[in-house]
């Protein structure tokens, strides 16, 4: 039996024991990626000899009778949008095509401490600006339960690569929701953490305040251990908060005494599929069935989260995606015969479609004459989304409700309906926002076959609780059992 039949849980306790080599985990799921990433196109960068020597060395380590960190030599892969040091970080686009950081990200610096073995760069939308993976300037990724459809996006190779089971676990970032859409999408575990839990150095901007990083898994079990070992203060992340971090691996499986769930009424309206609603509405039943008072809540400015969104993100993405140039950073025209034109050219021949239109838009509602009426309103608008969560949770410690509003949808099925592609994200966007910790669990599939999500949201960095509420309705399931049949 190969390891990546192991939940990523299980195969992690086992490498923490000793009873599993890093080499033997590490081997198994590079002959998984080329066995099957030529169906599902989840990597951009595989690093086969650099992982081995990782294994090799934690497994000489542990020889040696010296301690090994959290991860224990667990492989994990990583969105081309975290920097490894002298490896390729393209984010998913020309501008960086040959872009190799000479620094670690915060977050892979961490990993390496905690001993994780770290696989290569998954491919994601262009800069993280998309839902499906199809704004990749390089592939386009393929859904591992149905090729012929999105895995989501913007995280679409780190989410496929997971479901696929050629990664244990992987690194996303969440934006608007690109670790929760495209985990529901695919039938795994992605949290998005509290705004500030983690650090952002060293992840390439898209929208400085709603970026985060986080875990993909097959199982609650190494989510919580993946987010144990990338939490924590960084000094050189202005907006990363200097809170301890709860040992998650520890708690995980005490259940919740006395849970009170919320059941957002705004997140059941027209546009869910009558399919996904039923799978939650079910999921939510298994709460009731283990004793949880389960409750109504109101999120009624959640309604405003997509056009708030829209204004934020771009307006931040227009400021972000400045210093690419050609001059500062990035790719350079060779036909440009005067300055403005380099700066035209090198930009027009990089940036992919929807990256030049959140530019654009991001610009339009920046400039003078229009910055009070879009971009101040906005900020406006985010402040009351917040304090509409604020409110639920003085009432109820949980919040449920359905990832994405269908199952996945066919690859090109979106490609000339922008808004349409956006609305993929309706009940992701309004957590980022507001800056609270979300997670998607599998709880169901549809009659096609493709998985459904269940969300759960939390107050600000009660991640130990949306974990073990998560786990709660993980033991009661047997949903993170199931796993694609590829060819």
């Given amino acids: 039996m190969s390891l990546c039949d192991l939940s990523a849980g299980t195969l992690w306790r086992k490498l923490q024991s000793g009873e599993v080599t890093a080499v033997a985990a590490t081997t198994d799921y590079l002959n998984a990626i080329t066995q099957f990433d030529g169906q599902v196109a989840a990597f951009l960068h595989v690093d086969r000899d650099t992982a081995l020597a990782q294994a090799t060395n934690l497994d000489a380590k542990r020889s040696r009778g010296e301690p090994v960190g959290l991860m224990a030599g667990l492989p994990v892969a990583i969105k081309d949008v975290l920097c490894i ?44 600006m998309g839902s499906s993976s199809e704004n990749s300037a390089y592939q386009v990724t393929h859904n591992p339960w149905d090729l012929s459809r999105t895995p989501g996006g913007s995280s679409s190779g780190s989410a496929a690569a997971v479901a696929a089971r050629m990664a244990p676990v992987s690194l996303g970032s969440d934006t608007g929701g690109s670790i929760r859409q495209p985990a529901g999408l695919c039938g795994i575990v992605g949290m998005k953490p509290t705004y500030g839990r983690v650090s952002r150095y060293g992840l390439i901007a898209y929208a400085s305040s709603l970026d985060q990083v986080g875990p993909f898994s097959t199982d609650v079990t190494a989510a919580a251990a993946l987010l144990e070992a990338i939490a924590g203060h960084d000094p050189r992340d202005s907006t990363s908060v200097n809170q301890p971090v709860p040992s998650y691996t520890s708690t995980l499986d005490q259940p919740l005494q006395g849970l009170k769930i919320g059941v957002a009424k705004e997140f059941f309206a027209e546009g869910l599929d009558a399919e996904i609603e039923q799978a939650v509405r079910t999921a939510i039943d298994v709460y009731r069935g283990l004793g949880a008072d389960v409750r109504e809540v109101s999120l009624p400015h959640s309604k405003y989260s997509i056009a708030t969104y829209y204004l934020i993100a771009p307006s931040e993405a227009s400021s972000n995606l400045s210093r690419y140039d050609g001059v500062h950073y990035g790719h350079r025209t060779e036909s440009a015969t005067s300055l403005n034109e380099m700066y035209a050219a090198s930009r027009g021949e990089a940036f ?49 409700g359905p990832v994405t509003p269908t199952a996945a949808f066919k690859i090109g099925e979106k490609s000339d309906n922008p808004l349409g592609m956006y609305l993929a994200d309706v009940y992701t966007i309004s957590a980022n926002l507001a800056g609270i910790p979300g997670i998607s669990v599998p709880c169901g599939f549809t009659p096609a076959g493709l998985p459904i999500g269940l969300q759960l949201l939390a107050a600000p960095f009660q991640e130990e609780r949306l974990l073990r509420a998560a786990r709660m309705y993980e033991r009661e399931t047997d949903w993170v059992t199931r796993k694609p049949a590829l060819a």
């Fill in 85 to 128: 040091k002298g490896e390729p970080t393209t984010c998913g686009s020309k501008m960086l095509q040959n872009f190799r950081p000479p620094y670690d990200a915060h977050v892979i610096e961490k990993l390496r401490a905690a001993d994780a073995v770290l696989l290569g760069h998954t491919n994601m939308d262009e800069f993280a």
């Fill in 352 to 400: 992919g479609p929807e990256v030049k239109r959140r530019i654009m838009l991001g610009t339009y509602a920046l400039s003078s004459g229009y910055y009070d009426q879009y971009y101040v309103k906005a900020l406006r608008v985010r402040r009351l989304i917040r304090e509409d969560f604020d409110k639920a949770f003085a009432d109820v410690d949980i919040i449920a």
